[in-house]
């Protein structure tokens, strides 16, 4: 990214979501996206709705371009700074779209020479699929991208443009068992497969274990972060997040939209309702109603 | 499994579990167990002893056999509809024999070509090593199964039918550390063992420490799922079932058949009881007696 | 470790941190560092400071050679069974700096035929880069050990005498989310670093995600356990303790000497002050003060 990107090419980009677009941008190159203390005169910056004293902030940024949303005037301090003033509806939006059209990396199609893939997995076109990576006989979409030392098991269905990040694991047996009457355990039967849907991301080192007489299934745009276990034949809907060291127990249900916070557990055979929250730690022994905060442990509703 | 078993080779397996047996079972093909919202003619159906409304459940099956407990009787509705009826003590168990014995998957001995296995680790017969898994200087017994991209560290000793799923580590360095004059932080000696009976199941990405100076335990028949840490000098017993995240702080003992549910934490020189049960997310700071449930954090006895 | 070191050595190399020294320790031979169950005569035995009953448990180990606190006294019983008391300040780092120094097994510098390290990677002298591991457009130090199956990816920075164990995975994307006017998730551009400092330790399956914006920071000594996850753009200073199963959420702060222990959750933008202790399972939803003690869901200050 060293060679930048004019900043004449961003604002074509951005288009539509630009309100007001105050200064002069001919010519001007733009390197990075930076943290407001590595900002420079290369940094498009950008000011958080979030934050106090946006104006503050904008007159005092080393970077000679910035995002921002009404609250910012383009004062005479602006003015005389040359600044450039691009004002959109949601700047972190706007910087998102930039960011993944101008900045991001963008992972090449490639099958790499240590993956071991089953002869009779099926995978669509575009693939990435990483070093060391093992893969069962699966269905796998387009555009995916399965990154290093994964492992997807047998009966595993992938939708499009997923993206599986390195260390994740994916199709084991679920973890049920039954006592023999000698009191052995023994491993109730696993036959279910994994169904995974489009636009998905699974994080480093997530497990998601096989249904068991049924399948576990993740909805179309569901983000699973880092060290996530999903136990057999959970059902999880669409765009929901589940954060890092999430644990959801066999043959609970996540409805669309639920935002999971860091570190919560949820009891097997439990329902979390659309668009609820979940705080961090939480422990979710009941069913949770459609759009309610729930935290603590045992977790309850937030007043 | 799409050409299927027949149901008279099912029940000849079965035998002594029947208490009764209603129907006519000649040239009946069975070719899945699947949930009940997938049951079909070929599927052999089952009631769960802990349902209710059982009556119901078997009359209105897909299915043309079923296995129930005696609460479910053979009625005018189901003789009309030609069903059979094979009645057990223990439905649950039988589904979980037929299914190990009939459907589940058989992995074959191999020791995968790109297994990286020290030359000096003595590994007993029909092993089956997975791609890219990497086993230190160990000795491991017969008919183990030890997944992909795992990692067997020195000075691990592992015993008969053990199996170990993708990415687990077993055998790194305990985590002690003791605070030098000058502050900073050295490694106390991890010199000790894993030792892992007969029959034990280590679950995805589960990490087991080496002992310090003593050594790490886990009990014959015991089954431990994803993403748990044991850390150094534990001692785990007979038949305990680990649930998906559980971290067992260094030098606890947990006793015979303890139950531990998902995300239960225990502090260090911890003595879980025989036979106690720890309820999700409890934060275990006492010794738990025998028999006892605990939950909440801190964990308390249930009431 | 069969052969043994000569009692003598030891000695010699303790040298200043012995306060008295009994009996006659010529030609004795020390093979092994064990457990209290464990002690026989090769053993060079140790009493923790913090047991009762120090003088009895000295008296009784069946060692010939024994490093104690001066709480100990070498009485006639002692002197009868003719054994070796060296006394020091602290037994327990004296039996640490003997461990790491005459019992712990030395990983020889070495570069696996099955790593996988970018052509533009740069990685110092005396590196050990285990089976399978994967390295990107990196810059690596001295005398680093990266165990086996781990993923570095592009834009990490690891400093000298820095531990990577098994299945760890360095410098994924962060999970930070947008929701674009249609519902969908975006990804917040995820271009940062992860800075790791020297003489670091990071645990088997851990994850560390690089920055978003910024840069995601691991301070010189600190030591991180399995299974944890540090999210983007977190800051974690000097000699901090992070034990296993510790969820550190986006853009929080970790002061120098901090002990965090099992299964702790920080919510994200939180602050941990220098000395501060967090306790097993604690929920931290709030700053906490320098040098404080927290518990509890949520955490509280422990009075």
């Known amino acids: 990214m060293t060679q930048g990107v004019l900043l004449t090419e961003i604002i074509n980009f951005l288009k539509d979501d630009i309100i007001r677009l105050h200064g002069n941008f001919d010519n001007l190159l733009i390197k990075y996206l930076q943290a407001p203390s590595m900002v420079d005169e290369y940094t498009l910056d950008w000011i958080n709705p979030a934050k106090i004293e946006k104006q503050f ?50 992972i090449q199609p490639l099958i790499s020479h240590t993956a071991i893939i089953n002869e009779n997995a099926k995978i669509g076109v575009n693939a990435f699929i990483g070093e060391n990576t093992v893969i069962g006989k699966c269905k796998i979409g387009n555009n995916v991208k399965i990154h290093h030392n994964v492992v997807i098991y047998d009966n595993v269905e992938i939708g499009n443009n997923v993206t599986v990040y390195s260390g994740a694991v994916i199709g084991p047996d679920g973890f049920g068992f039954q006592k023999d009457t000698n009191g052995d355990l023994i491993r109730f039967p696993q036959l279910g497969k994994v169904i995974i849907g489009d636009n998905v991301e699974i994080g480093s080192n997530t497990c998601i ?26 059902s999880i809907g669409r765009n929901v997040i589940i954060t890092a060291h999430v644990n959801v127990s066999g043959s609970s249900i996540i409805e669309d939209n639920v935002w999971i916070a860091p570190n919560v557990s949820l009891k097997g055979h439990i329902i979390i309702g659309k668009n609820a929250f979940i705080g961090v730690g939480a422990v979710i022994t009941k069913n949770v109603p459609v759009g309610e905060t729930w935290v603590g442990n045992p977790a309850k509703k937030l007043k």
Do not use: M, Q, W
């Open 57 to 106: 902030v904008a007159e005092n940024s080393k970077a000679r371009a910035i995002i921002s949303n009404n609250e910012v005037i383009y004062t005479k301090t602006l003015i005389d700074s040359k600044k450039v003033l691009i004002v959109t509806n949601d700047p972190k939006l706007s910087i998102t779209k930039i960011g993944h059209r101008f900045f991001s990396d963008k």
């Open 209 to 234: 274990d096989r249904g068991a007489l049924g399948n576990t299934e993740i909805g179309p745009g569901t983000k699973i972060n880092n060290l996530c276990h999903i136990a057999h034949n959970v």
